[in-house]
Each structure stands twice: as C-alpha cells, then as structure tokens.
C-alpha cells in the first residue's frame, strides 16, 4: 500500500508544498511544517478500512514475526508511510526503515492503582503508558525512528540537534547504529547526568552551550543542517504511534482525557496531529481532550493560552495566531534573564522558554477542546515518587502527569470514573535526585534509608 506524502505548511492561508524529499524545517512563510497524506482516504479502502487495519496492527503486536512488526512504530507504517513504500514488502522496508532491532515503542498503557489512589481516581480508569521503557530511556525513540528513516531518505551523513539530554540520547543511539554522525549542543550544567552520559557513550560530538535549550535551539538553526529536533515533521510523524499504541490497547475506545507534560511541545503538536487524523480516516468517532501540563517555572504555554500575559488568550484561531503576543512575552523573558530573575525548575526536559512547536500545540488544543495547566516542583517530584511505588520509574519531567492530574481532580475537572490516559514520558537518569528525595522525611512519599 503506496502512499503520496508532502509536506505542506501548518498555515492554511499559505498552505504551501514541498516535497517530501526536501530538508526544511520551516515553511518559506516561517511556519513549520506537517507530513500530509493527501491520497490516504481512498488508499485505506483498498485495504479493507479501519477496522481491518487495526486488526492488522494488533495482530503483528502479538504475532510479530519481522522486526517492523514487532516495533511499535513501525507496526503503524500503514499510518505514517512518507517513504511511500511497499508496507508489506519486507525488502523493501529493510532497505528504507530505520529501527532499533524493532525494539522502540514496545509500550502500552498499564494500571497503575498507587498513582490512582494518590490523585483520587478510580483506579480502572487510569491509564499510564511508561515511554521509558524505550531503548534510550524516553519517548523521543518514537520520533527519532522516522526522523532518521527521514534523514537516510534523503542521504543525510550528519545530523544536528539540541537538546535537554533525552533527544541527544535517543539521537545519538540511532546514529551510532545507523553510522551516521551525531552532532549535540546541550545547554552546559542544565541536564541530567545520565542524559549527559548518554550521547557521550553513543559517540556523538557533544558540545556544551552557554545559556539555556533555547539558545542551543537557536543556534543549532542557525548552523543548520539535517535537524533532528522536533520542529522536523518527520520525527512529529513517530510520536504519533505513541497515540496509537494507547488506544489499540484500549481497543480504540476513545479515553475522555489525554495527558502529558509539555516541554518544546513536540508531543502536544503530535497527538493532536494523530487524533485528528485519525478522526478524519474514521477509526475514532470522537476525540480526547488534551491537557498539557507546563512546569510553573517554565510556564510559557500556560501563561499565554490562558490569557495570564496582557489579558489576553492566545488562540489558534484557525492560523491566525497573535504573534505580537508572543513576540512581547518573549521580550518579557529576555528581560527576565538579563535580571537574573527566570526561575529554574529541575525538571530539566521540560525547561523550555520559547517552545518551538508553539502554534502546533495551539492547534491540537483547538482541535481538542483541551487545556493547559502548570504544576510546581514538588508536585511533579511527588507524582515521580508514586509511580515508583506502582514498580514503574519515571522522571520528574513525566511526574507532572499524576500532578497535573491530581489537581484537576481536586478542581473537579477531571472526575474519578472519567478515562484518563498518562504518557510518562522518561524514565529517571538523575538517581541522585531521587535518592535526596527519599532521604527527606518530609517528602510525601519518602523512603529514607535506616
Ligand atoms: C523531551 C521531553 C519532554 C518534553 O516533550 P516535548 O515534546 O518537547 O514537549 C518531556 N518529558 C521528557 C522525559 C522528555 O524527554
Ligand atoms: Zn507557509
């Protein structure tokens, strides 16, 4: 089954194309990019519709005899097939896919009764989807298996990113079994030191930066070069299957809520981009709502949706975005920093300022009636803690998903039999944190040593 894949631009005042061949992370109109299948509707007919497809994805889940079915992104190519190959054909999938062996996204969502009871829901509703289980330790698989399939498509020998720690983890793992070159700029004394070891041991060429990620980001787009972040709407394509594996799981029983930390808001732009394909295909008749989770010390997302900055929401608006609002809140920040005053979260994967994928996640908002709220420190590490008591870790990036959870039932807006899906979206690379955690009896759920 051969798709015809673009890209074309995220604005549909412009809605300019480009080949699925050319390497641009931006449209010529300065808006990023999005993967469109223009021919899928009839191409799915071919094969039997919804139903029958995700009968196909469930049955190469259990019965995977090849690598690109026991993967679990690659399990959907059907979904995702920019390469416009063959999904049966085996040859051809092992010249053009890029896996880990078929080992990323072998994740589904599990109960998890301790976290349940610690946010106040009925524990059958609740769903958490541990994407630490993935080879690098993080998500960020998901998106790095089709970015790279992306970047040997179009002959990339190097690639460039920056990086919080886990994208240059799952990057540099990919390049070094992909032989391609990896280069990382992180920002210096600002990640976690498992993270840090990560791309060191994989052999990519780490280099520390002044500043923060998003001067990182900056300046890996200014040297350019085949970017591996997510504003690259290849890697977005991945981190859709993180939403398929969920609800194949759930067999395809729409949950009333979706969770998940925000950070450079790759994920957010993602599972809106997945749900509301996947809407339009028919294989759901209704979609989630999403929340975004921002940290209260990284809160750029939260403070603008919500209209904390100048009064004023700041909305999709059918492309329309208030730009100027957000040229001022970033003007805000500088101010900030060059006072010395921008606060510091620890939970490093999620400290992002001027996230890149901004519109996207406004646009999955849109799409989802969702919603953007912010949690403090103590409430992601708490939410950390509990998920370890259910015999699963996760970082303290991803303990903003039981947080962000726990308030919105303490608000009432999430109620205790409504179904609830949680994307983890780390396991903990920073031991120290967690063992100065159990070591303070006041913690929540401290466990010190005797
Ligand atoms: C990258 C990352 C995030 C942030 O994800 P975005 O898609 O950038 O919003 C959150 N948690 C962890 C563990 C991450 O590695
Ligand atoms: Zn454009």
New binding site residues.
């Given amino acids: 089954m051969k798709t015809d894949a673009v890209q074309q631009c995220t604005i549909s005042t412009c809605n300019k194309i480009y080949d699925v061949r050319e390497v641009r992370p931006y449209c010529e109109c300065g808006n990023l990019l999005d993967v469109a299948y223009p021919s899928f509707g009839s191409h799915l007919r071919i094969v039997g519709g919804p139903p029958n497809l995700r009968g196909i994805f469930s049955r190469r889940r259990d019965y995977g005899n090849n690598i690109y079915d026991e993967s679990g992104v690659w399990r959907f190519r059907e979904l995702i097939n920019f390469m416009g190959i063959d999904t049966e054909d085996l040859e051809a999938m092992s010249r053009v896919l890029v896996s880990l062996d078929g080992a990323e996204g072998r994740t589904r969502p599990y109960q998890m009764s301790k976290v349940a009871n610690h946010v106040g829901m009925n524990p059958e509703n609740l769903w958490l989807q541990p994407e630490?289980l993935n080879p690098s330790g993080?998500?960020?698989d998901n998106g790095m298996a089709t970015g790279y399939t992306h970047a040997k498509m179009v002959g990339a020998l190097e690639v460039i990113c920056a990086s919080?720690?886990?994208?240059s983890s799952s990057a540099a793992q990919y390049g070094a079994n992909e032989g391609i070159e990896v280069r990382v700029l992180t920002p210096r004394g600002k990640i976690a030191p498992g993270k840090f070891a990560q791309p060191l041991q994989y052999g990519a060429h780490v280099r520390e930066t002044d500043g923060k990620f998003d001067d990182a980001m900056e300046e890996v787009l200014r040297q350019g070069g085949y970017i591996i972040n997510?504003v690259n709407p290849f890697r977005i394509e991945g981190?859709k299957t993180i939403i398929y594996r969920a609800l194949d799981w759930l067999k395809w029983e729409v949950p009333d809520w979706l969770v998940?930390?925000?950070?450079?808001?790759?994920?957010?732009?993602?599972f809106g981009k997945a749900l509301t394909e996947l809407y339009q295909w028919g294989f759901i008749d209704r979609l989630p709502r999403l929340v975004i989770v921002n940290s209260d010390k990284a809160n750029t997302l939260y403070a603008l949706y919500n209209g904390r900055f100048q009064g004023e929401p700041l909305r999709w608006n059918d492309g329309n975005v208030n730009e100027e609002l957000i040229e001022e809140f970033y003007k805000h920040l500088d101010k900030l920093e060059n006072e010395d005053k921008l606060p510091e979260t620890e939970a490093t994967?999620?400290a992002?300022w001027k996230?890149r994928?901004l519109k996207k996640a406004l646009r999955s908002l849109h799409h989802t009636d969702g919603i953007v709220i912010q949690v403090g420190d103590q409430d992601m590490k708490d939410g950390m803690a509990v998920v370890g008591l259910n015999g699963f870790d996760c970082?303290m990036?991803?303990g903003a998903v039981p947080a962000g959870i726990k308030q919105l039932v303490e608000q009432d807006i999430i109620h205790r039999d409504d179904t609830v899906v949680g994307i983890l979206?780390?396991r903990l690379k920073d031991p120290q944190q967690i063992v100065d955690y159990h070591r303070n009896p006041k913690n929540l759920f401290a466990n010190p040593p005797m």
């Fill in positions: 630490g993080s998500f960020k919080t720690g886990n994208t997510s981190q998940v930390p925000g950070g450079n808001l790759g994920n957010a732009a993602a994967a999620i992002i996230p994928s970082e990036a991803s979206t780390g």
